[in-house]
């Protein structure tokens, strides 16, 4: 019985250290699960954020700009939306010495299949607009040697027929030389070339 009673500390040591191994056991196991899932949240949220949102370039519209006249290097530009004509000059190499800066708005923003023509010192501003006007004007006209088959049927008095007969005239005899060669196909009178007339770019 005494030596029981002598061994009671004894035994409560141990016991406490069994169980004092057993809870940081349990901690331990338990902590990389946490982690694990911490991580994989945070995963998931990144991975919902890149599906929810676009990417900028996504976002953009290109406008595909003509500039002309005083510039270094006229041409074809994909712009950005919300581009402005400075925007433009700056790509196109920047104005030469003869480009009138008095009559260029740079602040204008540019629009898709837009013509930007920048004048020379000297050349009427009503001429210098004119002429981007006209520009304009002819890139939004069916041109008459270009087109297909889709693109002739939306003129008036134009149906597949008489498409397909334009481009089998231009495939035989070649480009038209002017407006009135329509006249030369099949089923295109006066009537019908006057209406065609403004709505295509010859030659």
Known sequence: MYR???NIPIFIVI???IVFFVLMSKQESSSPISASLATSDSMESTETTSLGE??????QQAAVVDIKGEVMQPGVYEMEKGD???DIVERAGGFT?????????LAQIVQDEMVVLIPAVGQEADN?????LEAQANDHKIKINTATSEELVQLPGIGPAKAEAIIEHRDNHGVFQQAEDLLEI??????TLENLVEHIQVP
């Open 4 to 6: 029981l009673k002598k």
């Open 15 to 17: 016991a406490v250290a």
């Open 54 to 59: 676009e990417s900028p370039k996504e976002n």
């Open 84 to 86: 402005r004509i400075q």
């Open 97 to 105: 010495e003869n480009a009138d800066l008095l009559q260029v708005n």
């Open 128 to 132: 210098a607009s004119d002429s981007s």
């Open 186 to 191: 099949s089923g295109i009178g006066e009537k």
